[in-house]
């Protein structure tokens, strides 16, 4: 039941948050409007919940961030004994994630690099996109683990939770 129930707030939120977008096409006279998906909060809480989960089953106290395409926090949860330092990293896994639409760490060459330093910006495990039918939705960073491949799978574990649900949408 539960689970009906979170598909149906998934795509009534997803049917209520198509936003019309201009852009420029190759005829400057033509005007464009594309749809794009936004992720639910209530989806976005499922997802930094279950990295959360995911780290506590193996003993390690995280915090998550959930940004929107744009990289704009929507939620940030940090865990009752994680560090302090562990939001900012989250956020900036996420959002380099969602900046680049890949893995943070497809660019781990590149955190050496003039780009890889700039603000903001964190080039190591522990950042993944989230998609819906193949588009950018969003993006999740975990900070805290021992190494950032536990950083990743618990951010992998989270985005599973509802990936078959937004690969519907």
């Known amino acids: 039941m539960k689970k009906i129930a979170l598909i149906a707030s998934i795509i009534a939120f997803?049917?209520?948050?198509?936003?019309?977008?201009?852009?420029?096409?190759?005829?400057?006279?033509?005007?464009?409007?594309?749809?794009?998906?936004?992720?639910?909060?209530?989806?976005?809480?499922?997802?930094?919940?279950?990295?959360?989960?995911?780290?506590?089953?193996?003993?390690?106290?995280?915090?998550?961030?959930?940004?929107?395409?744009?990289?704009h926090p929507q939620v940030i949860l940090r865990d009752t004994f994680a560090a302090p330092i562990t939001e900012t990293i989250s956020r900036g896994k996420a959002y380099t994630a969602v900046m680049f639409n890949v893995s943070t760490a497809d660019l781990d060459s590149r955190s050496n690099t003039p780009v890889g330093r700039a603000p903001g910006l964190i080039m190591s495990k522990g950042g993944l996109t989230i998609t819906a039918g193949g588009e950018l939705v969003g993006g999740i960073g975990?900070?805290?683990?021992?190494?950032?491949?536990?950083?990743?799978?618990?951010?992998?574990?989270?985005?599973?939770?509802v990936q078959s649900e937004l690969d519907f949408l």
């Open 142 to 161: 975990v900070s805290g683990a021992p190494s950032g491949q536990t950083d990743e799978d618990c951010a992998q574990d989270g985005i599973n939770l």
């Open 14 to 71: 997803n049917l209520g948050s198509i936003t019309p977008v201009i852009a420029e096409d190759k005829d400057e006279n033509k005007v464009a409007i594309f749809a794009t998906q936004r992720l639910s909060l209530d989806t976005a809480i499922i997802i930094a919940k279950g990295a959360i989960k995911s780290c506590r089953e193996k003993g390690i106290q995280v915090g998550v961030t959930i940004v929107t395409r744009n990289g």
